[in-house]
């Protein structure tokens, strides 16, 4: 493919000059005082950046503010020295942006019109027709134009030679089988003679031919025509824009005014070291030549307007209003024209809070005072620490007053509280004032008295809400004075609800209890107050009697044991509860007991429905004798006994005798059944048996009866021998039937009714 030519070149920019074009922010300047081109963008290279660039944004804008022509960025050759220059034009623009946009009026800009092309000499043949059928092969030669070589071949070409002169209309027919026409060929003599050329090869070099009857001669060609717009055609053009936009070519000596730009400055301002009445400033260096830096600082209420000149790029203000805020410019001059301004803002520290002081506390709210810092402020800041739980910090902000009541605080906590003063933008605080207090604790709830007894009772209650770290509980008589008592309290002081026992306390008085919650900084919550009363102390002397079914009681009750309005006795037994009398009096009797029972009995003093501690005693009813005792079973050597339990009686126990005086015995046994045996008695023998109720060692008189072993009889033999003074008185009937009657006597009498014995008689010897 070969070179494109200029006006391709052209096209292609135009179409590529709608692509989207970027750059920084510009801004653009029209320069009124006429100058050349090069005075014009010398004076924008040091006063802005560079002549100006068009583009598809902008050149409406730059359009608009030229009311004339004026001088662009544009040159046909950029870097053009004076001298015939080789630069391809158009290329781009004074800054170096590449040519994308073009906005030439119709008929701009002016391309020098090229002469014709001479691709080879015109010949005329002067020579003969031949007249041999042969044909003899053409002529070839070669011509270079420029750089390029062509090989050409030609036949009946008409040739006209004369100096400074260049053949038009010459068709020439290459290898390639193209044609070339009005091709402009350049000699250094500005011809196109052919014997000015570079070749190659001889300019008529052909191969060799048979003979020929006739030659050709080459004749010179005619002038080529010159174009009438080469007229307007300037060499190294520069560019205007029109005052409604369309561009045009000028020479470059001409004076017109011009338009520059300048890309906005877009430095800033760095603050540093800012105290309530100081600050540091620095700044960026300016683009290009900058003469010096204009800075004004401007208070955002006005009270304050610095301006300064200055060649360096820092300085330090001083003598500044605590917690003000600043408005900062610094303008970079050049060519005694302020550009864009390097902007900053601050505010300087304000001033700590004076006097701060707490006025007031209560269970939630702590009340603060304090007094406004010099200078200005935005506004304050107080922030509330726990000091004695972990919890988050309660924050109160944008308070402009001078005192804030603080709520919504945990009762009987400390708080360290922390005030600063801020500024509207809050990059700015100062230092920190501090107090610490704390808050009332709340007070208990639900407290009641339980367990009340003569010398002491117990408390319990609801702790408070919020934090406390004890109870102070105060204990005191009808007349409020203080009873110096012993108060025990529970080593968990979160225990639910808490409980206290109170000792040494009067009997059966009003006691007065005050209890007031403590916080960790000893402060008191609200005192609750709560009366109550301690029972009456024991009475005294207690002593029973008791009869077969019923018991009496008599006691006395000392004074000194506090108030008494009545008096409890109960009688029970075995733990069961068999009858409870309230009375006046200081004794009573129960009726209709249990014989043979152990009751117990215990008294109490009352006051306000309080009983004393109890005073106990006991005794046994008498017991009741056993009813129809006889023998249940008998044996030749024992006898079993049975008789009925007495009625209405709690008697188990019994005690059985029996006793024979013939054979001197006398048993007892206890029993606690309703039957008793005795072993080991003599067979045929008569024992009298009697049964006793045993009560608390005590007992009943006795039921009785006899009872008689079975016999086991035994033959003895007596022999007798009688002896008398009178003669034959042993031998008579009648001695002898008296002696046998006395015997009987005798052993009915000495072993019983139920002894049986047989005599027998026999003879007198």
């Not at 707490?358 to 935005?378: A, D, M, Q, S």
């Not at 109890?614 to 249940?632: H, Y």
């Not at 008185?729 to 006597?745: A, L, N, P």
Request: glycine share 6%; hydrophobic share 30%; with cysteine.
């Amino acid at each position: 493919m070969g070179c494109l030519s200029v006006t391709h070149k052209l096209c292609i920019s135009i179409c590529l000059g709608f692509l989207v074009y970027t750059a920084a922010e510009r801004q653009y300047f029209t320069i009124s005082h006429n100058t050349t081109w090069e005075q014009a963008r010398n004076h924008c290279q040091v006063c802005y950046k560079e002549m100006v660039t068009l583009t598809p944004e902008n050149t409406h804008i730059v359009s608009k503010m030229a009311n004339s022509d004026h001088w662009i960025g544009l040159r046909k050759y950029i870097n053009y020295k004076g001298t015939s220059n080789n630069d391809t034009p158009w290329t781009g623009w004074a800054n170096g942006d590449p040519l994308f946009f073009q906005n030439w009026y119709p008929g701009w800009p002016v391309f020098k019109s090229p002469l014709p092309k001479i691709d080879c000499c015109s010949c005329s043949c002067t020579c003969p027709v031949p007249n041999s059928t042969t044909t003899s092969p053409p002529a070839r030669f070669s011509i270079s134009t420029g750089s390029n070589t062509e090989s050409m071949v030609t036949s009946n070409t008409e040739v006209n030679s004369d100096a400074g002169t260049s053949a038009s209309n010459t068709e020439v027919t290459s290898d390639e089988g193209t044609s070339a026409s009005n091709t402009e060929v350049n000699s250094d003599a500005g011809t196109s003679d052919p014997r000015n050329t570079t070749s190659s090869h001889s300019l008529w070099s052909s191969t060799p031919q048979p003979p020929v009857i006739s030659t050709c001669e080459r004749a010179p060609m005619l002038p080529p025509i010159i174009p009438e717009n080469n007229k307007n055609y300037i060499e190294n053009s520069c560019v205007v824009i029109l005052r409604f936009g369309p561009w045009v070519e000028k020479e470059c000596w001409e004076k017109l005014p011009s338009i520059c730009y300048e890309d906005r400055f877009m430095g800033s301002v760095t603050i540093s070291n800012i105290t309530a009445s100081s600050a540091a400033l620095m700044w960026e260096k300016g683009p290009g030549d900058i003469s010096g830096y204009r800075l004004v600082v401007l208070s955002a209420k006005g009270d304050t307007n610095i301006t300064k000149t200055l060649k360096n790029l820092s300085y330090d203000l001083e003598g500044l209003i605590a917690g003000t805020g600043y408005d900062i410019q610094v303008f970079p001059v050049k060519c005694g024209r302020d550009l864009n301004p390097q902007n900053g803002t601050f505010y300087t520290i304000p001033g700590k809070v004076e006097n701060l002081t707490v006025t007031n506390y209560t269970e939630t709210t702590v009340t603060l005072i304090w007094k406004k810092p010099e200078g200005n402020y935005g506004f304050f800041k107080v922030t509330a620490h726990s000091n004695y739980v972990d919890t988050e910090s309660i924050v109160k902000d944008n308070i402009t007053a001078e005192s804030l009541v603080f709520d919504g605080l945990t009762q009987g906590n400390n708080y360290t509280f922390f005030v600063t003063t801020g500024v509207e933008d809050r990059t700015r605080w100062s230092d920190i004032a501090t107090i610490s207090e704390c808050t009332s604790p709340s007070k208990v709830s639900k407290l009641e008295a339980f367990d009340n007894s003569d010398t002491h009772l117990k408390l319990k209650w609801e702790p408070p809400e919020g934090n406390y770290t004890g109870f102070e509980v105060k204990a005191m008589d009808r007349n409020l004075l203080d009873l110096q008592a012993n108060v025990t309290y529970p080593k968990d002081l979160l225990a639910k609800p808490f409980e206290v026992e109170v000792k040494g306390l009067p009997n059966g008085k009003q006691i007065n209890f005050n209890v007031t919650a403590i916080s960790i900084c000893k402060l008191n919550g609200a005192t609750v107050h709560f009366t109550t009363y301690t029972a009456p102390g024991p009475v005294s002397n207690l002593t029973l009697a008791a009869g077969p079914e019923w018991v009496s009681a008599n006691w006395s009750f000392d004074s000194k044991h506090g108030e008494v309005s009545n008096f409890t006795a109960v009688l029970s037994h075995s733990g069961h509860l068999d009858q409870e009398k309230n009375i006046t009096a200081y004794n009573v009797t129960f009726k209709d007991l249990k014989t043979a029972t152990r009751y117990t009995v215990d008294v109490y003093a009352v006051t306000n429905n309080l009983r004393s501690p109890n005073t106990t005693n006991f005794i046994f009813t008498s017991p009741s004798p056993p009813t129809d005792a006889k023998v249940l079973n008998s044996t030749k050597d024992s006898l079993k006994f049975t008789w009925t339990a007495p009625k209405n009686s709690s008697a188990r126990e019994y005690i059985c005798n029996i006793k024979s005086d013939f054979w001197n015995t006398d048993n007892n046994k206890t029993v606690n059944e309703t039957h008793c045996k005795f072993t080991g008695l003599k067979s045929g023998s008569t024992y009298n048996f009697q049964v006793f109720t045993l009560s608390d060692n005590t007992t009943s008189q006795p039921a009785k009866c006899s009872g008689t072993t079975v016999e086991d009889p035994v033959e003895i033999d007596l022999s007798m021998l009688c002896s008398s003074e009178a003669t034959l008185y042993c031998d008579k009937g009648e001695t002898r039937d008296k002696v046998f009657d006395d015997m009987k006597k005798y052993f009915e009498k000495e072993l019983g009714q139920h002894v049986y014995y047989k005599l027998q008689k026999g003879s007198s010897t």
